[in-house]
């Protein structure tokens, strides 16, 4: 059998531990060797649930006291680059969450970093290893459709409680959503027609419902909302439907008193610089077109696509577990039956790192490049630029 890889996890929070902490913990060719976070409470709260790995808060430190085979970056967005960096340029293999980085620049200095160290750059595109989008991806290479000229899907999230509460919700942090979420989509649509160069972007989005003057109920005289679920009067009367209350210790007040960051903030009256909803479009060099709708209000999470070639079109929902093709003239419908897999983001978490450890170990190639992650957050930052000057923005201007 081959040693356990050594395994550190910068960024603690949801994503660090409830995703890959828990992936690497059941698996017996990896081991959890030390933990980072900026907190110093938290980083200590979640290690303890993790067989107590090391424990820093300061990147550096720990790259050079421990002997690491990777690290998973899994800060907010805004300290990808950063962090990313610092992991390579201390020659070690790092997995880097979506998006790669806020910026177009932030994207190219990671690229740097990753050329001149010559270790394994991943961006963690869970998206490409859900079992539906994989069996869309054989559909269509296998020329099922045809060849591509339309796409489409539509995210509906029930978001709004992480999304609106926390960092996510400021462009400082997260790059806005185009960025932070749409980065997903955009990877999906570049993945699954080969990679062609985009050329323009449009996009319209705006902040419809999480504002002072959306709440969903009356307010009552004299008594103020918020400024966070877990001390807010409607939530505690159950009044708001998306009051949320975290009751682990690296969420609560002591965490919280050393970097004050409030997890369960009201998403009503929070500074938010991001939009709820919105429509991106996206024309590439080689023809194809097309559009992303994000939603951020809604009563479910599911993702629904069309692709539409020359000789029919695919449809799916991923919560359905099924693809659906029409063919054109024949009126033929063939549906294909996914069989469910175990794993978060519909048995995707796994897959993806799994993809990572067989690059690390030489056994395949890194498939998911951070070239192809700048090309994601390219056209989420050109959807964000849309959105704020109101114009069509040519790829050219970024790439
Ligand atoms: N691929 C996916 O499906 C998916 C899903 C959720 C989140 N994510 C990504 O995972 C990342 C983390 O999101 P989350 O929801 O877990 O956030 P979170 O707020 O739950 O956790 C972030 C953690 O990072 C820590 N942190 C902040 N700045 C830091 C720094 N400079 N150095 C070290 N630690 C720092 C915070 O203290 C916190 O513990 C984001 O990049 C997000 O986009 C990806």
């Known amino acids: 059998m081959n040693k356990k890889l050594k395994f550190a996890i910068v960024g603690t929070g949801l994503r660090g531990c409830g995703c890959f902490g828990n992936l690497l913990k059941n698996r017996n060719d990896c081991v959890i060797q030390a933990m980072c976070d900026k907190n110093p ?15 820093y808060t300061n990147l550096s430190e720990m790259l050079e006291k421990e002997k690491l085979d990777a690290v998973i970056v899994t800060t907010p967005d805004a300290f990808h680059e950063e962090c990313a960096v610092t992991v390579l340029n201390h020659g070690v293999n790092v997995l880097i969450d979506k ?29 490409r ?16 459709i045809g060849r591509i000229i339309l796409a489409e899907n539509r995210e509906f999230y029930d978001g709004g409680r992480t999304y609106m509460a926390r960092w996510n919700g400021m462009k400082s ?70 009051a949320f209350r975290y009751s682990d210790p690296e969420w609560g007040p002591e965490a919280q008193s050393c970097d004050g960051y409030v997890k369960d903030s009201c998403m009503y009256l929070s500074d938010l610089s991001v939009h709820d909803n919105g429509m991106a479009m996206v024309e590439y060099e080689n023809g194809v077109r097309v559009s992303h709708l994000e939603c951020f209000v809604t009563s479910r999470s599911d993702r629904l696509y069309t692709i539409v070639g020359t000789l029919g079109e695919a449809v799916l929902s991923l919560s359905e577990w099924k693809i659906t093709v029409f063919k054109r003239w024949t009126g033929e419908k063939i549906t294909y039956e996914i069989p469910q897999t175990q794993g978060t983001h519909g048995g995707a978490d796994p897959g993806l790192l799994e993809s990572f450890i067989e690059a690390v170990r030489g056994d395949s190639v890194n498939t998911s490049t951070v070239e192809q992650g700048l090309l994601s957050t390219a056209i989420g930052q050109a959807a964000e630029l849309s959105r704020a000057e109101e114009r069509v923005v040519f790829m050219n201007e970024l790439l």
Not at 101 to 109: D, K, L, M, Y
Not at 137 to 142: A, G, R, Y
Not at 216 to 242: M, Q
């Open 41 to 55: 409470k938290r980083v200590r709260f979640t290690a303890a649930k993790y067989g107590n790995p090391a424990v």
């Open 99 to 127: 998006p790669l980085a806020t910026t177009v620049q932030g994207c190219r200095n990671i690229i740097a970093a990753s050329e001149k160290s010559g270790k394994v750059a991943m961006i963690g595109f869970n998206l």
């Open 129 to 144: 290893h859900s079992p539906v989008l994989l069996k869309l991806k054989e559909i269509i290479d296998e020329g099922v």
């Open 173 to 242: 942090s997260s790059g806005g959503l185009w960025i932070h979420k749409g980065s997903h989509d955009f990877d999906i649509f570049n993945w699954l027609l080969g990679f062609p160069k985009p050329r323009k972007v449009t996009a319209f989005a705006g902040m419809s419902v999480f504002r002072p003057d959306g709440f969903p109920f009356p307010l009552e005289k004299g008594v103020k909302p918020g400024p966070a679920c877990s001390v807010c009067h409607y939530a505690r009367n159950g009044v708001c439907k998306d």
